[in-house]
């Protein structure tokens, strides 16, 4: 008897997908005024701006990692102290996500890789978490500007 698995999703649907909640992601932090994206929180939690730095210390670097298998340790960016700073680095990287993602094979999604040296999952679980964790923050940011009286873009218009 024969096995067969079915492909639930396609990697280039995988990769729209994520890049349309970067899309979305790109415009939460637009719709922050400047003072607030890196000042404003509520009950502690970090800033818009300082969430949006993890975001950008995770998508873009760990994609490259794991399609270079390099295990290099995770680190926040630097410089990224305005949000014309944030967003033109957010672009880059959505550039870079562009470039490295289609090179992976799909039979190279179920290998276990030790993405920053901390996290040893099979690539494909790695890729959702990255986009679990924008998902979590872009939550956080949507409290935020509700707080502050924006109204948060639709969050089903991610493309």
Not at 56 to 78: L, Q
Request: net charge negative.
């Amino acid at each position: 008897m024969e096995t067969t698995t079915a492909q639930i999703i396609t990697t280039q649907d995988l990769l729209k997908h994520w890049q349309g909640h970067r899309a979305l992601t790109r415009r939460v932090i637009e719709a922050f005024p400047e003072k607030e994206l890196f000042e404003f929180s509520i009950g502690g939690m970090r800033s818009f701006a300082q969430l949006s730095h993890e975001l950008i210390s995770i998508g873009a670097p760990a994609i490259k990692a794991i399609v270079n298998r390099d295990a290099s340790t995770y680190a926040e960016p630097e410089g990224l102290d305005t949000k014309a700073k944030i967003l033109a680095q957010w672009d880059q990287d959505t550039q870079t996500i562009n470039t490295f993602f289609p090179q992976l094979k799909d039979e190279e999604f179920g290998e276990t890789f030790n993405l920053f040296g901390q996290y040893e999952f099979p690539i494909v679980q790695n890729i959702l978490y990255f986009i679990d964790n924008e998902i979590h923050h872009r939550g956080q940011g949507y409290v935020y500007l509700r707080a502050l009286g924006i109204t948060p873009p639709f969050f089903w218009e991610r493309y």
